[in-house]
């Protein structure tokens, strides 16, 4: 196996730490892409992985991920990731997210977690009971930010979508209009609840059928096998599940003229984009459209460090300038004939300072 620096995933990242820890059996690595516009912040999954390269590959494009999407989303904030490395029953001890709370903090504030795949606030609480940098803790009122991020994602992403349908569509409001949703878990789950309550028409699916079945008798949806839901022609796909599902086969099935969706890392190589662009298929990149989440917790973080309140109101208020931010990469990519994905990626490297 090659060095992880030799890895088509590595982009110059500043900092990439493996943690062991025997006593509890903790294996996570910390990845901090980029750290130029402040510390880098992103979440924690906890994953089985089937071998250790696809966990460094996870750290690696996801820490980069986020100095884009925090970039992108106005925040001072750079990039970074971390996943802890779960055996294949996905047993999780305290002793293990101690040790990894104490990992984190060892860093000194150069990395700053928050909730991802198998992690819950529960484990942020029990986290923070070891360090600071941590974010997406339980809100004390309800008029207060912070929490589980999934609904400010998939708020975040319902913007987007019904930016995408303005723009390639025409329309102004979603009634009728079909959307695919890929993955009905936390985000995709209140994406789709938001999609129904304006009036599309959803079919659903979900590597859980029964939890997509459940879901779409609830909103008068269809649900149909996960394994056909990329099939399905419709005016958006939306994918809300785990990430590179956009590769060679994947576009050729498509049969709608809009992806949009919260899952991350969606193409699955850098030509991916292109061959999206070249179907005349409207893209939301998926750091740009799913920023809802991060941008509730590090407004929660940032708050909580100056010793103030962040209010709920405040952060949706952020959430709807998600539609500029993919207008404005929607309009360059017409004006210049360029794949949306690399504007996304060309105005995000400028922020950072990488180009």
Request: aromatic residues 4%; glycine residues 12%.
């Amino acid at each position: 196996m090659s060095a992880f620096w030799e890895e088509p995933d590595f982009d110059d990242h500043e900092m990439v730490q493996v943690v062991r820890d025997r006593a509890s059996g903790l294996t996570a690595i910390i990845a901090l892409h980029s750290t130029h516009l402040g510390p880098g912040a992103g979440g924690t999954r906890f994953w089985h992985y089937a071998e250790p390269a696809a966990a460094m590959r996870d750290a690696l494009r996801l820490s980069r991920g986020m100095s884009y999407k925090n970039a992108m989303a106005g925040l001072p904030m750079g990039g970074g990731k971390a996943v802890i490395l779960a055996d294949a029953n996905r047993n999780k001890s305290a002793a293990q997210i101690a040790a990894f709370g104490d990992a984190i903090e060892a860093l000194g504030g150069r990395y700053v977690t928050a909730e991802d795949v198998g992690m819950t606030e529960a484990d942020m609480v029990a986290i923070h009971q070891r360090t600071r940098h941590v974010c997406g803790l339980p809100a004390t009122d309800p008029d207060l930010a912070g929490g589980d991020p999934g609904p400010f994602t998939s708020r975040g992403i319902f913007h987007g979508v019904k930016a995408a349908v303005r723009h390639k569509l025409g329309r102004d409001d979603l009634t009728g209009v079909h959307v695919a949703v890929q993955g009905t878990g936390s985000v995709g789950g209140g994406l789709a609840r938001l999609l129904a309550a304006e009036g599309a028409r959803l079919t659903l699916a979900d590597v859980n059928a029964d939890r997509a079945k459940a879901l779409a008798a609830e909103l008068g949806a269809t649900a149909v096998d996960a394994a056909t839901i990329m099939d399905v022609e419709c005016d958006v796909f939306s994918p809300n599940a785990l990430g590179a599902i956009l590769d060679d086969a994947g576009i050729a099935r498509l049969k709608a003229p809009i992806v949009a969706g919260g899952a991350n890392n969606q193409l699955a190589r850098p030509e991916h984009g292109p061959m999206l662009h070249e179907r005349g298929i409207l893209y939301a990149p998926d750091y740009v459209i799913n920023g809802g989440g991060i941008i509730a917790v590090v407004l929660e973080y940032l708050a909580r460090e100056r010793g103030e309140p962040c209010t709920r109101a405040e952060v949706m208020g952020r959430l709807e300038e998600i539609p500029r931010r993919l207008e404005a990469i929607w309009q360059e990519s017409e004006a210049t004939a360029r794949p949306a994905d690399q504007v996304a990626d060309a105005m995000a490297q400028r922020l950072i300072g990488r180009c």
